[in-house]
């Protein structure tokens, strides 16, 4: 039986937003999760829904926060 995955839903990014945003600290949604088993405390592999195009995809991110994220599959920006 495989095991259920929880997917954080994205919210678009404004435009005002999207200008400000620094894209070297923009996390970015892959298509497979990673290989490592251990994850460190602060940032974790999320799976993660772009609000654009419906991708569902995984993303190396701060759970507790909202992180700035460019889905890899349409270009789009979003807040996970």
Same mark, same amino acid.
């Given at each position: ?12 990014? =404004?435009?005002? *937003?999207? %200008?400000?945003? *620094?894209?070297? %600290? ?9 290989? =490592? %088993? ?11 829904? /772009?609000?654009? /195009? ?7 991110? *701060? ?10 599959? /349409? ?6």
């Amino acid at each position: 039986m495989a095991s259920e995955v929880n997917v954080r839903v994205g919210r678009e990014i =404004s435009e005002a *937003d999207r %200008k400000s945003i *620094d894209r070297n %600290k923009m996390a970015v949604l892959h298509p497979l999760p990673p290989d =490592s %088993k251990v994850e460190g405390q602060a940032f974790q592999h999320l799976a993660v829904q /772009c609000p654009h /195009c419906g991708a569902i995809g995984y993303a190396w991110i *701060d759970p507790e926060l909202y992180n700035s994220v460019y889905c890899s599959w /349409c270009g789009g920006y979003f807040w996970a």
